[in-house]
């Protein structure tokens, strides 16, 4: 082992070490629970709200008693045949108590979408809003009575549906595989590597970069330090997965598997489940995982470089946000080229270095090619080590020999009374 890579690998363990072994790190692991614990809250939230503004709507019909059946009937056939059923039919029989529809529709304690009074051939109709589908929905329904009246008993019909279960995967499914590998990585990348930024105040308020400068390759410090960071980041998803995996068993466990199985014939979510990535499963995940290490790597070697020119916390704290606009920058480039592969906007975003792993992960959901994948990999790591070395440049050339901070004016500013006092004293010797 050389000595730039073991300097590097003890930088990495020193970090490592620093993070995982305290307390604090114990909070950061668990931070997930509370999102987790929001969301769930905000979602029942929303969900009752939904339940209640869903149950309180109607539709009224005043009609004759020898329509209501009718009616009923027509009703139960219509609302089978639509994906987004109308609100509740409310059916009155019609009497001098029920014949201002108006006034049905303004009563209190609950929404009336559309009143329907008078006879189903040239019926009333009273909508909250004009041109409302519960109207429509009305006047289909009076129809629909009329129709089968004229047209007399039908004979039933019995149907015989076939689905295709090896049918394949729709591009619509891969697409959507696509987005959820870019928002995991942008998620995983966003809660992670924006850490760096903050990695060398310490050792620069405490000058022990200085010490490391002149012991070790700053190259093989800022290469630890990503390392150190990545370990971190890589241990918070084996940790989240392996608790993942183990509700998921013991959820496997305590659940009727009749009901896992009626649930898997009907459910959408299991279809989108076994839908397979243009690449297969196996590679997909690794491509994936791939793909994060290096988001990781490259954005962590941005903010490391950008946070080395911090000269105090107050500065790091400013920077921040526009870490945080960066990060949606690349995140918003990379979900428009899963929206439309092949477009000219996907090849930007996978040729430019930032949003290329985001935009490959993307790809590799909709495009079956893989060895397009170990060039995107190469292309990237070239990236990451050019990130790198312009970070140790700017760090040694601005940090190291100006002061706390990379100032061009400051720099200036001490060349500026030498050359002075080097014009003063030729000027004297003449």
């Not at 029989?93 to 008078?118: F, L």
């Not at 993942?244 to 989108?272: C, N």
């Not at 690349?330 to 439309?340: I, T």
């Amino acid at each position: 082992m050389t000595p730039f890579i073991r300097s590097m690998f003890v930088v990495a363990r020193r970090d490592f070490l620093a993070i995982v072994a305290t307390p604090t790190f114990l909070l950061f692991l668990l931070a997930p629970l509370f999102m987790v614990a929001m969301g769930l809250a905000g979602g029942v939230g929303a969900s009752q709200l939904a339940d209640s503004a869903r149950g309180a709507g109607r539709i009224v019909v005043v009609a004759d008693p020898a329509d209501i059946e009718a009616l009923r009937a027509t009703d139960q056939r219509l609302r089978t045949g639509m994906t987004r059923e109308p609100a509740p039919l409310d059916i009155r029989i019609a009497s001098p108590a029920n014949g201002d529809p108006v006034a049905i529709a303004r009563e209190k304690g609950s929404d009336t979408y559309a009143v329907m009074s008078g006879p189903l051939t040239t019926p009333r109709i009273v909508e909250r809003e004009k041109g409302s589908s519960a109207g429509r929905y009305l006047a289909l329904l009076a129809g629909d009575v009329q129709r089968a009246r004229a047209a007399g008993p039908m004979p039933s019909i019995t149907p015989d549906f076939e689905a295709l279960s090896s049918g394949g995967t729709s591009i619509a499914v891969q697409q959507s595989l696509g987005f959820g590998a870019v928002f995991i990585i942008f998620l995983l990348t966003l809660l992670l590597a924006g850490q760096t930024v903050s990695s060398l105040a310490e050792e620069k308020g405490n000058k022990v970069i200085e010490i490391l400068a002149a012991a070790v390759p700053l190259e093989s410090v800022f290469l630890g330090k990503l390392l150190g960071m990545l370990g971190v980041a890589v241990l918070f998803i084996a940790f989240w997965m392996i608790v993942a995996m183990g509700g998921g068993l013991i959820a496997a466990t305590q659940v009727d598997p009749a009901a896992i199985a009626a649930a898997g014939k009907a459910g959408k979510a299991t279809a989108a489940l076994v839908s397979m990535p243009a690449t297969g499963w196996p590679f997909f995940l690794g491509i994936g995982f791939a793909y994060f290490i290096l988001s990781f790597l490259l954005l962590g070697a941005v903010f490391l470089g950008v946070g080395a020119q911090a000269g105090s916390v107050r500065e790091i704290q400013m920077l921040s946000l526009p870490i945080t606009i960066f990060q949606v920058g690349m995140f918003s480039l990379s979900a428009g080229a899963a929206s439309a592969p092949g477009s000219g906007l996907a090849h930007f975003a996978q040729i430019f270095p930032f949003s290329s792993p985001l935009a490959m992960a993307a790809r590799a959901a909709t495009d079956d090619a893989k060895a397009v994948h170990l060039l995107a990999l190469g292309w990237q790591a070239i990236w990451v080590a050019l990130v790198i070395f312009l970070s140790v440049r700017l760090f040694r050339s601005g940090v190291l020999s100006g002061g706390s901070g990379w100032k061009f004016w400051s720099r200036n500013k001490a060349v500026a009374p030498a050359a002075a006092a080097a014009q003063a004293a030729s000027s004297q010797s003449h």
